[in-house]
């Protein structure tokens, strides 16, 4: 067994990192307070190959394996969670790559690669979250169409996707409720199609967030994603993938968290002395490094067996929520190391604090990780 990443690894890792010190950190400031989308360092990022990075080369993608791609996320979300949300500009893609036609692959993804289009993936409503069986959203057959009405609700890149994947109920009669769903590809541009943003979040505020309105919007019948009635399954199958980058995002901003943590220690003189000298800030910032550590080891296991075609959803709920958590942590304990300077947003670790907590929520809520757990290690009673 091998801890080590490889150096190709390596390479990808120092370049991100590279690039995320030198375009997040004058416009992250900037950006979370106006709630701007950086549309230039998200061009800049799809031209030297960090978007997409996991999509095979034949689509434009850089062919790397989901491990290597995470990497990239872990690090720009080190420097800056908000700004290091344009990962996220081709989130419902994994969808298509997993589940779609060929045909479909070969239309949405290479201009996502290149910068030319945006996606997105509408799963929760304002009554259902977690309990997406829960969903309201109905498409009806009309021909070779399908018709399809309801709200999506906290939907990512909502006003600025130019399609997303969307989950409606499309056969309400089905025996098994499980069996009531099916996922469409929508175009953004569609006529009944409406999307509203979301303004005063408590964090990752570079990054758009909205409330998307479907009122007779009409979607062609090939734009089935996987099979009818599949749509629950498939959106499963779909989380077993991208909680995983939920996962890295976190470690990336408890790492990020933790460095400020040390900086601040060492600079900082009180009684006379650095800091980093009180033995109850070397406890602190002993317990912050090991809770990164071990949420790293987790979500590189999970990436891992995603790339070794043998994905396993309680892995990848441990890693969701344990790194998740990790991030609340080691964030709070970072601020409690920079006292009161780190309740003003000079210093970015406010920042990063009002950020860590969405990790805990979107992609599956922490109490829903724990239930896929349990519910695996339980097996059946």
């Given at each position: 067994m091998?801890?080590?990443l490889?150096?190709?690894?390596?390479?990808?890792?120092?370049?991100a990192?590279?690039?995320?010190?030198?375009?997040?950190?004058d416009i992250?400031m900037?950006?979370?307070?106006?709630?701007?989308?950086?549309?230039d360092?998200w061009k800049?990022?799809c031209?030297?190959g960090?978007?997409?990075a996991?999509?095979p080369?034949?689509?434009?993608g850089g062919?790397?394996g989901?491990?290597d791609?995470?990497i990239i996320?872990e690090?720009?979300?080190?420097?800056?969670p908000?700004?290091?949300?344009?990962m996220a500009?081709?989130f419902?893609?994994?969808?298509i790559?997993?589940?779609?036609?060929?045909?479909?692959?070969?239309k949405?993804?290479?201009?996502?690669?290149t910068?030319e289009?945006i996606c997105?993936a509408?799963f929760?409503e304002?009554?259902?979250g977690?309990?997406?069986?829960?969903?309201?959203?109905?498409?009806?057959?009309?021909g070779?169409?399908w018709?399809l009405?309801?709200?999506?609700?906290f939907?990512?890149n909502?006003t600025?996707?130019?399609w997303?994947?969307?989950?409606?109920?499309?056969h309400?009669?089905?025996k098994?409720?499980a069996q009531?769903?099916?996922?469409?590809?929508?175009?953004?541009?569609?006529?009944?199609?409406?999307?509203e943003?979301?303004h005063?979040?408590?964090?990752?505020?570079?990054?758009?967030?909205a409330e998307i309105?479907?009122s007779?919007?009409?979607?062609?019948?090939?734009?089935?994603?996987?099979l009818?009635?599949?749509?629950?399954?498939?959106v499963?199958q779909f989380?077993?993938?991208?909680?995983?980058?939920v996962?890295a995002?976190?470690v990336g901003?408890?790492?990020?968290?933790?460095e400020?943590?040390?900086k601040?220690?060492k600079?900082r003189?009180?009684?006379g002395r650095p800091l980093i000298?009180n033995?109850?800030?070397?406890f602190?910032l002993?317990e912050?490094?090991?809770?990164?550590?071990?949420a790293?080891?987790l979500?590189?296991k999970a990436a891992?067996?995603?790339d070794a075609?043998k994905?396993?959803?309680a892995?990848?709920s441990?890693a969701?929520?344990y790194?998740?958590?990790t991030a609340?942590?080691?964030?709070d304990e970072s601020?409690q190391?920079?006292?009161?300077?780190?309740?003003i947003?000079?210093?970015?670790i406010?920042?990063?604090y009002?950020?860590?907590?969405v990790?805990?929520?979107?992609e599956?809520?922490?109490?829903?990780?724990?239930m896929?757990?349990?519910?695996?290690?339980?097996?059946?009673y």
């Open positions: 091998d801890f080590e490889t150096d190709e690894q390596k390479e990808i890792k120092k370049a990192r590279e690039f995320a010190e030198g375009e997040f950190t992250a900037e950006c979370d307070r106006e709630e701007k989308f950086p549309r360092v800049k990022a031209k030297l960090f978007i997409g996991y999509l080369e034949e689509y434009g062919g790397l989901l491990l791609s995470l996320a690090e720009f979300f080190r420097v800056d908000g700004v290091g949300m344009i500009t081709t419902g893609s994994e969808f790559f997993l589940l779609g036609k060929e045909e479909q692959k070969q949405y993804l290479p201009p996502l690669i910068g289009t997105a509408a929760t304002p009554d259902a977690s309990d997406v069986q829960g969903i309201q959203t109905t498409a009806v057959k009309d070779d169409e018709v009405n309801g709200t999506k609700m939907i990512t909502g600025i996707a130019d997303m994947i969307v989950l409606a109920k499309s309400p009669d089905a098994k409720d009531r769903f099916t996922t469409f590809i929508v175009d953004c541009k569609s006529p009944g199609f409406s999307a943003k979301i005063g979040k408590m964090g990752i505020r570079a990054s758009d967030t309105v479907l007779d919007v009409r979607v062609p019948k090939e734009n089935i994603v996987g009818p009635k599949m749509g629950f399954y498939n499963m989380f077993d993938v991208t909680r995983i980058g996962g995002q976190a901003l408890a790492q990020g968290a933790l400020m943590a040390v601040h220690a600079e003189k009180v009684f000298y033995q109850g800030i070397q602190k002993a912050m490094a090991t809770r990164v550590e071990a790293r080891n979500v590189y891992a067996l995603v075609m994905p396993d959803a892995m990848t441990m969701k929520w790194a998740g958590e609340v942590y080691v964030a601020l190391v920079h006292g009161g300077y780190g309740y947003d000079e210093y970015p406010e920042r990063f009002r950020s860590a907590k990790l805990e929520i979107y599956g809520s922490k109490e829903i990780e724990k896929i757990i349990g519910r695996t290690i339980g097996g059946k």
